[in-house]
């Protein structure tokens, strides 16, 4: 049965792909700790998959676009799923911490097929005008994913262990690879109109030099690297400070899930009253309320679940407000070259996010940091080099995001 452009299975198919980046972070975070026990690993080096996955989803992403453009969406999704299959079975099989952050590397790599050929089968099927409003419904959906997996993966890995979480994995990748490759035909009608690398890298470039296009790539680069940066400390934060055990932990999340959700919906019902540059200006402002709150407590002397989570729930509301527009903005000026754009969106989303957990697991082992900063106490001292590592990403959305602004000719 084939699967129509602009038809429900479609949307539907777009909202699988996109789950796989969320998905394959949020199933796995409830238990990062038990891999350190059973691995006889450090915290440090449990989060370091999560980087090298992030890593991993950065550099995939610099091909899957280019190659879609060049030679079609299917065939370079049908290989990325069969990349992502292979090794998130390699990922159940690690046998040592240095083997499941080398394979964590090449399923990120895998996985970015998802998010990149996922963007670009959008502009294919929508018009740009309507694209904000699809990807607003897209990212909403795909709130699903991340708010049922840690629940999934916290009452699994407590009964059944981490490695059946991989397992998971690796049979979603597989009923996607059967459901692709019988069910999706090609949708880019452009392919091979930009004659080979050298057209592709100088549409590239015509992008990186557009104020337009950097205004919605940079500020979602930025509130991703909060978002993977909370994603990686608040679980040590939680359940080795505060006692809560992989399933609670699960059940927290949500939380955090709620407010992109609520981020998605608040952008559906405002999109045709404001602009999507003037949605993602004001969305930019919550991630630097939310990692105040986080200070404002820790200095109240204050450290509980929701001192946390709250907090991280008013960062994630505004990703979920810019995401969608975002998306929208970037791959959507450039119909011709909608994979190599997606393929920028999601290099900057995945390799800054993955800088904000690189920062957050830096600075959570630097000694004395909370003396350094005034604290007096551990409920202090926990939750602030969170705040410290991720308050410039926070300002950097804000900054990045006015370029969304409409240029003012000299003189006016």
Known sequence: MTIAPRSTAYLVLLIALASFGPL???IY???MPSVAGSLGASADEVKLTLTTYMLGFAVGQIFYGPLSDRFGRRPVLLAGLVAFTLTSAGCAFAAG?????GV?????????????????LTRDAYEYAEMPRIMSWISLAVNISPAIAPLVGGVLGDLFGWRVTFWLLTVFSAGMLLIVGIGLPETNRHRGASAGMAGMLR???QMLRDRRFLGHMLPMGFA????????????FILQDNLGIPPREFGLLVVVSVAGFTAGSFFNTRMLGRLSPGRLVRGASLCHIVGLAG??????????????????????????GVIVPNANAGAVGLYPRLAGT????????????GAVGTVVVAALSTVAGLGAALGCASAACAVPLPLVVALMPFAVACALSARLTRPAVAPGA
């Not at 911490?97 to 952050?101: C, P, T």
């Not at 399923?107 to 670009?120: D, H, L, P």
């Not at 991703?224 to 679980?235: K, N, R, S, V």
């Open 24 to 26: 394959s972070m949020s």
């Open 29 to 31: 975070t409830p238990v």
């Open 97 to 101: 911490i240095g083997q499941l952050i």
């Open 104 to 120: 964590r590397f090449l399923q990120g790599a895998g996985a970015a097929a998802g998010a990149v050929i996922g963007r670009a």
């Open 203 to 205: 549409g590239a470039g």
């Open 224 to 235: 991703f690297g909060i978002q993977f940066g909370m994603l990686a400390g608040t679980p």
């Open 294 to 319: 986080i200070a404002a407590f820790a200095y109240a002397g204050i450290l509980t679940w929701w001192s946390i989570m709250l907090p991280y729930t008013i960062c994630s509301f505004g990703t």
């Open 341 to 352: 754009a997606s393929s920028l969106v999601g290099l900057a989303q995945m390799g800054i």
